[in-house]
């Protein structure tokens, strides 16, 4: 099981920004993926963004041109840049990792870290 620790929630006025970040207990070279998912109240937790070592990253229609996600391998973390934020950014965060295993993939899950976009 991979241990995720993200850190970078608050409060922040709409149209500003904040920087989450994701320290894995792994090398990220060894998962198949580091990606960002978040759940606002209510709803449905919903894929942000997605990034591969080396690879180029993914990202959900609604939040791309805005969100920027990033890997820094001698550190393990993954990195959210959120910028122009609204309302509708509000949510709890989670960073969560795939590896790969024998027989398929597993994910595991960070402890979540809460956004709050006053408008």
């Known amino acids: 099981q991979v241990q995720l620790v993200e850190s970078g929630g608050g409060l922040v006025q709409a149209g500003g920004s904040l920087r989450l970040s994701c320290a894995a207990s792994?090398?990220?070279?060894?998962?198949?993926?580091m990606d960002w998912y978040r759940q606002a109240s209510g709803k449905e937790r919903e894929f942000v963004a997605s990034?591969?070592?080396?690879?180029?990253?993914n990202y959900a229609d609604s939040v791309k041109g805005r969100f920027t996600i990033s890997l820094d391998d001698a550190k393990n973390t993954a990195y959210l840049q959120m910028d122009n934020l609204n309302a509708e950014d509000t949510a709890v965060y989670y960073c969560?990792?795939?590896?790969?295993?024998?027989?398929?993939?597993?994910?595991?899950w960070g402890q979540g870290t809460q956004v709050t976009v006053s408008s």
């Open positions: 969560s990792v795939e590896t790969s295993v024998i027989g398929g993939r597993v994910r595991d």
């Open positions: 990034i591969a070592f080396l690879s180029t990253p």
């Open positions: 792994v090398p990220i070279y060894t998962v198949a993926s």
